[in-house]
C-alpha cells in the first residue's frame, strides 16, 4: 500500500510519514502543490493525504486534478485543514475529497481514520480481482455457449423449412432451448418427425440434443425402422443424462399415403385437426427416453391416418403450462379450442402465426418459464 501526503507544514509530513510507516505503506512526501501532480501520475498512491490551504485556489485545484487523474481506480483523498468551517469543508468535498479532518487533529482519531479507509481500499482491491475474475470467467462462458449454440443450430438446420406442409415453432425459456423440432422427408418419401422435450430448460436440458439429432438425420439417411429409433435413443440418453433428466417424445413416420406410425413416451396427446373440423389424436402411451434400461424398453407402436388436408399438430408441455399474468394455466381445453379454429385455416404458415400470437397475448408479460414448442405436419 502507498500513500501520497501533500502539505507545506513539515510537522505534518513528519507525523502522517510516521503512522503510514507504522501501517507499512510506502510513503512519498511533497511540500509543492505543482509537484504533487507528477509525484501522484508516477507513484500511483493507493491513498491520498492533502493539507488544504483555504486561502490558496492551488489546494483545491490540486484535489481536482487529483481527483481526475485517478479515473475509475478507488484512491481516497483526506484533506486536513486548520479552517474547519462548513464553507471550507464543503469546498474540499465538492473538489473531489472523500475525508476531512481538522488540524491540529487528534493522533489516535488520525490513525483510526486512516486504517478505516485502508480497510476500504483492501475491500475494494478484492472487489477489483473478483470482479475481474468474473468478468474472465463470463467471457470464457459466453465463448463455450456460442460455439455450443453453433454446433446445435448448424445440425438443427438440416431439419425441413417452414412450408405448407411443415411449421414448426420453437420458443426458448432460456438462452438454449430444452426441446427439439426434427422434420426430415427421407429418400423414399416417407417423412420422419421427432418431437422431443428435455426435462427443465436451458444449457443443461440440451446436453442430450446433440447425439440425438444426430441418430434421427442418419436414421433419415438410413431409412432406419422407428422402432429400431427409438430404441436406440433411449439407449443413448440411458448413457450421457443423469438419473434425474430424460426425454420426453414423439417419433413419427408419415408414408406417403398418409399412413402413421408412431412413439410416443412421456408427452401430451398430439391432436388432429380433420378437414371436417372434427379432433382426434395420438396418444402418449410410454415412458419418456431415458428412463428404462434397453431389457425393459417398451417399443410398441400405434398407428394412425392422415388423409388430405387434414392437420396433426404436437405441442410440448409449455403450451399447456403457460401462464398468464395472473398465474393461471392455459391448459387442454383452451388449446383444443385454439388448434381446433386456428388450423381451419388453408394457410398453414398463417394458421400458426396465429397460434403464436394468441399464445404470446395470453402469456402478457409474465414470465416463460418453460421452452414452448409447437409442431404442426399437414398431409
Not at 427443465?200 to 439417411?221: E, K, R, T, W, Y
Not at 400405434?302 to 388430405?308: G, K
Request: glycine residues 6%; contains cysteine.
Amino acid at each position: 500500500m502507498k500513500l501520497l501526503c501533500v502539505d507545506i507544514d513539515a510537522v505534518y509530513r513528519d507525523i502522517i510519514s510516521l503512522y503510514a510507516e507504522k501501517e507499512g505503506m510506502a510513503v512519498k512526501i511533497e511540500s509543492e502543490f505543482d509537484a504533487a501532480r507528477s509525484s501522484f501520475r508516477e507513484f500511483m498512491p493507493d491513498i491520498v493525504i492533502v493539507g488544504v490551504v483555504s486561502e490558496l485556489e492551488q489546494s483545491f485545484a490540486l484535489l481536482h486534478a487529483l481527483k481526475a487523474a485517478s479515473g475509475d481506480r478507488f484512491t481516497p483523498i483526506i484533506c486536513l485543514s486548520d479552517h474547519a468551517t462548513n464553507a471550507v469543508m464543503d469546498r474540499c468535498f465538492q473538489s473531489g475529497a472523500d475525508d476531512f479532518i481538522s488540524k491540529p487533529f487528534n493522533e489516535g482519531l488520525f490513525h483510526i481514520r486512516l486504517k478505516t479507509h485502508l480497510r476500504h481500499i483492501h475491500l475494494m482491491k478484492e472487489m477489483y480481482r473478483k470482479n475481474k475474475a468474473l468478468t474472465y470467467y463470463q467471457t470464457m462462458i459466453e465463448r463455450e455457449h456460442e460455439m455450443a449454440h453453433h454446433v446445435l443450430d448448424h445440425i438443427q438446420g438440416r431439419s425441413e423449412k417452414n412450408s405448407q406442409y411443415v411449421a414448426i415453432t420453437r420458443l426458448s425459456a432460456a438462452s438454449f432451448n430444452g426441446d427439439l423440432a426434427l422434420v426430415k422427408t427421407r429418400s423414399d418419401g416417407a417423412r420422419l418427425v421427432f418431437v422431443g422435450d428435455f426435462t427443465g430448460h436451458g444449457l443443461p436440458a440440451s446436453i442430450g440434443a446433440l447425439p440425438i439429432m444426430q441418430a434421427f438425420f442418419d436414421a433419415v439417411d438410413d431409412l432406419l425402422k422407428i422402432e429400431v429409433l427409438a430404441e436406440k435413443m433411449n439407449r443413448i440418453l440411458l448413457n450421457i443424462l443423469p438419473d434425474y433428466m430424460f426425454c420426453a417424445g414423439y417419433l413419427i413416420y408419415m408414408g406417403r399415403d398418409g399412413d402413421i406410425l408412431y412413439w410416443g413416451g412421456g408427452m401430451p396427446n398430439a391432436l388432429i385437426r380433420r378437414t371436417n373440423g372434427e379432433m382426434d389424436y395420438l396418444r402418449s402411451t410410454h415412458m419418456p427416453l431415458g428412463i428404462l434400461p434397453a431389457s425393459e424398453f417398451e417399443g410398441k407402436l400405434e398407428a394412425n391416418q392422415l388423409s388430405t388436408g387434414d392437420t396433426l399438430i404436437i405441442v410440448s408441455d409449455g403450451v399447456l403450462e403457460l401462464k398468464n399474468s395472473e398465474g393461471l394455466m392455459f391448459g387442454d381445453e383452451k388449446a383444443l379450442q385454439l388448434i381446433q379454429t386456428a388450423y381451419a385455416e388453408k394457410d398453414l404458415i398463417k394458421a400458426q402465426y396465429h397460434t403464436e400470437k394468441v399464445l404470446a397475448d395470453y402469456r402478457g408479460e409474465s414470465a416463460q418459464l418453460d421452452d414452448i414448442t409447437l409442431v404442426a405436419l399437414r398431409c
